[in-house]
């Protein structure tokens, strides 16, 4: 337990510092993430016996995220978008022309990409937005409550084929804990109606634990316990960003569309 929680204070300490700096630096740091969640989750597709298109997917990953860095906000969305496309058209030629590949390499590698550089870029689009905080927030928050109140309310278990210690009772607390703690954020930082934010820290506990739980089933049918050993006590980077994976989408275009 010890190791685990000097693990997470480095952990957070180094985040703050870089969600502090903003700019180009943290935009560094999400690349960086990006990278390692890249490795890590193509050591999943290897478990599961297919074939991770490692030096098609990095190079993908470098050319995108490089492009985020480079250009102005107002290009994100299209880049974003043609990078799909072009990704997409890639496989399909790998596909075409490599007699061993399967339908479901082409899949695995699509998905891969998608769940683990596409969605933790958002940070990225959030850069410079007082909002960006809200993703942390709002995951840690709803982590941190299902975990407390868990231990002592709760009794039914949410999902035990996949993650014994969840219970429903955690769960409901990490909604509530999530929904105050975005509302009280926006109250701090005079940012959107309260309630708007009330109702983005419900969608971002629901999807957080959704993700968590995710993560969680992808390991099991790997049959691994950790996507890595990067942080003593907690596993790799996808074993604590397994949540931000989801709640940074939901709070760009959240704060997109309706704040």
Known sequence: MKTRIISAAVLVAILLI?????????????????????????????????????????????????????????????????????????????????????????????????????TLSHMIFLNGSIYIW????????????????????????????????????????????CIISSMIFGYIFKTGNILQLGLLGLFCSIFAQVGDICASKFKRVAGIKDYGNLMPGHGGILDRFDSIIFTAPIVYYFTLFII
């Open 134 to 177: 809200l993703i942390f927030i709002t995951a840690w928050s709803t982590d941190t409550c299902a975990y407390f109140i868990g231990v002592f309310f709760g009794k039914r278990k949410l999902c035990p084929k996949l993650s014994p210690k969840k219970t429903i009772g955690g769960s409901i607390a990490g909604i509530l804990g």
């Open 18 to 118: 870089f969600l502090y700096v903003g700019n180009i630096y943290l935009n560094i740091g999400i690349s960086v993430i990006c990278f390692i969640g890249l490795y890590e989750f193509q050591k999943v597709v290897e478990a599961y016996k297919l074939k991770p298109f490692r030096v098609t997917n990095y190079i993908t990953a470098a050319i995108y995220l490089s492009l985020l860095i480079i250009l102005p906000k107002d290009k994100y969305s299209i880049v974003l978008q043609a990078t799909v496309v072009l990704y997409t058209l890639v496989l399909l030629t790998i596909f075409l022309f490599k007699d061993d590949t399967k339908p479901a390499d082409i899949g695995i590698n699509l998905m891969t990409i998608v769940y683990v550089v596409f």
